[in-house]
Each structure stands twice: as C-alpha cells, then as structure tokens.
C-alpha cells in the first residue's frame, strides 16, 4: 500500500472561515470543501458545497469549527476512511464520491482516504473552537470588562483587562468549559487612586423590648412600611403615611410615621436619621452597639477589622505510650469582627464583599480536656456581595440569638440559711428575649491626599521673621512703634 503523509504547517484561521484551494488528492483527485453555518438555508449550503478550490500545496491543515461540518468531494469514487482521533472528528460517508467530516471537540486528528484502487491520502484536519461564541459568553458573563478571544487549533488566547483578579481567574474557568488548552495574558487593571470608606455600625437589638413599645422594625406591610410607629417616643424617619382631612360624612386621618424595614430603609443614608434613631434606641435599652470601626481600603485590596480578643485552647500533639503527650497552647480571636473587599466600577458604583462576625464565649457548652476547661464560641456570621452606589447603605439582618433568663425571687439574708432557706424563696421565673444582630454598612468613594510638594504655601503677610527684615514689606502705619 502507498501512503502519501502530509506534513501539517499550522496556519490560524479566523472564526466561521475556512481556506479555499484545490485537495491534491493524488491519485484520489480533487475535493470541494465547505462548511454549514447555522442559520443558513440548503441553497446557500450547497452553493457553497460545490466551492471549487486551488492547490493547497499539500503541506498546510484543514481547519474546522467546533460544531460546524465540511464535506469533501472527489471525482474518484472512495472505498474506505480512516479517523485517526474519532473523539475530535466524525467523518460520514454521504455518497460514493463524497465525505461528510464533522468536528466534535477542540483538537488534531488525522485522516487517511482509499479509493477503489488502493491508493491512499493522509491529511490532518483542526478543530479549532469558535472564538465569537466565547467571545458573546464573555461579553455577557462580564460586560463591564474587556476581554478579548482568540483561538487557534483548539488553543484559546484570552487578552484584555479586567478590574479584579477575581474576574481573571472566572475568565479563565469560562474559557477552560471551551478548551482544556487556555492561554490567560489577561491584565488586571484596578482604577488607581480609589479609594473606599467603609463606615459600619454592628448592633444587637431586643426584639422582645422592642414590641413592649409598639414598634418592629421587621416585620413588612403591605405599603412596605414596617410597624405604626405608635408611642411617639422616635424621630421622623422620612417615610410618611398622609392623612385624609375631614369630609361631611367621615371624619379626618391623622398622618401617620412608620418605621421601615432595614433591608429596603437602610438603603438610604445616615442624614435621614438613622444615628439618632440609634441612640434614641440605646436610650430605651433595645439596641445595644458592639462597634462602629470606619476602614479605608483601597480599591480591590482587602481590610480587616477585629474588636475583642483571643482564648487559650490546650492542642494535644502526637506521641505513643512511650513518647508521652505533648501539649501546647493555640489562640483563637473571638469578638467582632468584619473582613471587606471593595472594588470601584467604571460607572463609579461600588462592589462590595463583606463578611461580618459576631462571637462570644460560651461556657455553658465547655469542656474539659486534661484538666484544661475549653469554653465553646456561640458565633453568629454572614457574607455576602453587593453592588451599591456611591454614599448609599444597605443591612444584613436576621440573626438571630434566643436567650433564657432565670430570675428567682427570695428574702435577703434568710433565703440563704442551709436547708430552711427554699421555704422564704418564691418560685423560680423564666424570660426569653430574642436579641437580632443588625449590621448597617455605608460606602463611601474618597481620593487620596495630594502629595506634601503640591499644597500651595499660604502667601502670609509676614514672610519673612528675621528681625531686620521683619517688617519690610508692611507699611509705615502697619509698623509697631520703638519703645522710647
């Protein structure tokens, strides 16, 4: 058997285009190629199934999209075919002159024709991948980026700029669903000298109190408006209910101030009365503020913040009988604390990640190792990622801590006597409170200070103090008298 090997040279072809030339199919004769778009109509297809093609020269690769199929055509009629990597290409064989290759995955394979008098060709045959169909899944995953998409011979080239590092790396995991083989030059390119402000105030609020003075701030009407603001006691919140004057037959209603709920109030900023509705708050003993840290990070970088402390806990370490059992001490911080990454948009919004956590020591879930007593963590956390404009605030709510008081009521001093005590001791009573964790979050976009060098020095009517030149430039009436 005669087998003619065509060395294959790699060529890019760009998306949806295939090369035009004549198959030297020596002695199989010449082949037309084509490929079918989506889309397009058998008259259209078969115009171009009938391509004629020049000479390839017999050292160049076909190349096929993902998806698409090319059909050959010979003169000569075919007896039987060869795919060298079946998992890329599918060849069908649509008449006894003819052809049909479909390209299955991004990759090489070869392909070896007989014709009915034994002789046999060997071409290679790419399967490139599509690069506008990753491009407009690019373009939708991130719009406000600019990436770019190249492909050659299954090899996908990603370029472009993106704000984050995060968007890079999502980039990547996009274009890896389209090809195993990924080139990543995307740069990250954050806008320099954004900075943000991150002010937070991290509460606690009793719910139980709350309701013992008319109002709850979390519980949504229809209006989405939240519990009549009933005892008079808070501030306007900028959120009113107008009233109705009197009519001959009905009488007037009153205008009314309610309390939003947080997620849709707190969208707006502190000039509308939230911190003296705090305080107004921590004045009734419902509210209770664990921090209110302000943290400035730079765009794309993170910031941390942690206000309480760390516990010693005993870790036992490795050893058999004969080596004994080590133990040392590690640190775990408790308290609050919050972790942000902010990142600056284009449009100059603000896309925020934030994971607030509040924790405090237990120890009535303690244990005891080695003599050691551990107390437990009652943790209450969240994360999430927003997207806000410059200035607003939102909250994450929900929470939630349901607590147990034991209150027993006795007479001083005779309660305590050994055994005869427990009769002049009432009966035990039991309250349960439900305490909510609110976080109220507002950034802020700053710009950096000017450099030292590029303040402006005042222009001072005095510009000099050496004494001989003192009062130069002042005027005979501005000057102080001699003493005599």
Not at 37 to 51: F, I, Q, V, W
Not at 162 to 185: G, I, R, W
Not at 236 to 258: C, E, F, H, K, R
């Amino acid at each position: 058997m005669n087998v003619k090997k065509r060395i294959p040279l790699t060529s890019f072809v760009p998306a949806l285009l295939l090369l035009a030339g004549t198959l030297p199919f020596n002695p199989c004769s010449a082949f037309a190629q084509s490929v079918q778009a989506p889309g397009d109509s058998p008259t259209a297809h078969e115009a171009r199934k009938r391509m004629d093609m020049h000479d390839m020269g017999g050292d160049e690769t076909l190349h096929l999209l993902v998806g698409h199929s090319m059909v050959l055509h010979s003169t000569s009629n075919i007896k039987r075919i060869f795919v060298g990597n079946p998992t890329v290409l599918q060849s069908y064989t649509g008449g006894p002159s003819e052809i049909v290759l479909t390209a299955k995955a991004t990759g090489v394979s070869s392909l070896v024709v007989w014709d009915t008098q034994g002789q046999s060709c060997l071409y290679t045959i790419a399967a490139d991948m599509d690069p506008e169909t990753l491009q407009r899944s690019m373009h939708d995953a991130y719009p406000k980026s600019q990436i770019d998409v190249g492909g050659h011979e299954g090899r996908i080239f990603l370029s472009g700029t993106v704000p984050t590092q995060e968007a890079s790396d999502n980039a990547f995991k996009l274009a890896s669903s389209y090809s195993k083989d990924v080139v990543n030059s995307i740069r990250v390119v954050t806008i320099h000298g954004k900075q943000v402000q991150l002010k937070l105030r991290i509460v606690e609020v009793d719910r139980t109190k709350m309701e013992q003075f008319g109002i709850n701030l979390f519980r949504p009407t229809a209006s989405n408006a939240v519990g009549g603001l009933t005892t008079g006691q808070f501030p306007s919140l900028a959120t009113y209910a107008t009233g109705t004057p009197a009519t001959a037959t009905a009488p007037a209603v009153p205008a009314t101030i309610n309390v939003n709920n947080p997620l849709n109030f707190f969208i707006y900023s502190f000039s509308h009365e939230i911190g003296a509705t705090i305080q107004d708050l921590e004045q009734k003993q419902i509210l209770q503020v664990l921090a209110e840290p302000t943290l400035t990070a730079m765009s794309g970088q993170s910031a941390k913040f942690l206000s309480g402390g760390e516990f010693p806990f005993p870790v036992v370490q490795g050893g058999g009988s004969a080596a004994g059992v080590a133990i040392t001490i590690s640190f775990r911080p408790y308290g609050v604390k919050v972790d942000f990454t902010p990142t600056v948009n284009e449009d100059g919004s603000i896309h925020l990640k934030v994971a607030p956590e509040v924790s405090t020591l237990d120890f009535s879930n303690a244990v005891t190792i080695s003599g050691f007593t551990i107390p437990a963590l009652s943790t209450r956390r969240a994360e999430t990622e927003v997207e806000i404009l410059n200035g607003q605030t939102f909250a994450l709510t929900g929470l939630l801590d349901h607590r147990t008081t034991e209150s027993l009521s006795q007479i001083p001093g005779i309660s305590r006597l050994p055994i005869l005590g427990k009769l002049f001791a009432t009966t035990k009573s039991y309250t349960h409170s439900v305490i909510e964790l609110v976080v109220l979050v507002t950034a802020n976009v700053v710009d950096p200070l000017t450099q030292p060098t590029d303040t402006t020095q005042p222009d001072m009517a005095v510009p000099n103090l050496d004494k001989s030149v003192f009062d130069n430039d002042l005027s005979k009436e501005q000057k102080l008298p001699k003493k005599p």
